[in-house]
């Protein structure tokens, strides 16, 4: 089993609040709340940013597996 550091939470923490974004976006836009034009610029961002630190958590555990041997 792979030890998450301190980093790795913080990288998995900042994933789970741009997954939660991408669902509050499809919810007001869903009821009206935000403009399409709005809605897809969230979208990008929220997709772009979780992909960011996915990335940044998947080389960490790449990290600390390779620590272990």
Same mark, same amino acid.
Request: positive net charge; glycine residues 2%.
């Given at each position: 089993? &792979?030890? !998450? ?9 900042? @994933? +789970?609040?741009?997954? &939660?974004? !991408? ?9 009206? @709340? +935000? ?35």
């Amino acid at each position: 089993m &792979i030890e !998450l550091t301190r980093r790795s939470k913080l990288y998995f923490v900042a @994933v +789970m609040v741009f997954t &939660i974004l !991408l669902m509050i976006t499809a919810v007001q836009t869903h009821t009206g @709340v +935000m403009s399409i034009y709005d809605a897809c610029w969230q979208i990008v961002v929220s997709v772009l940013g979780s992909l960011w630190f996915w990335n940044l958590l998947r080389i960490e555990m790449t990290r600390s597996a390779r620590r272990r041997k």
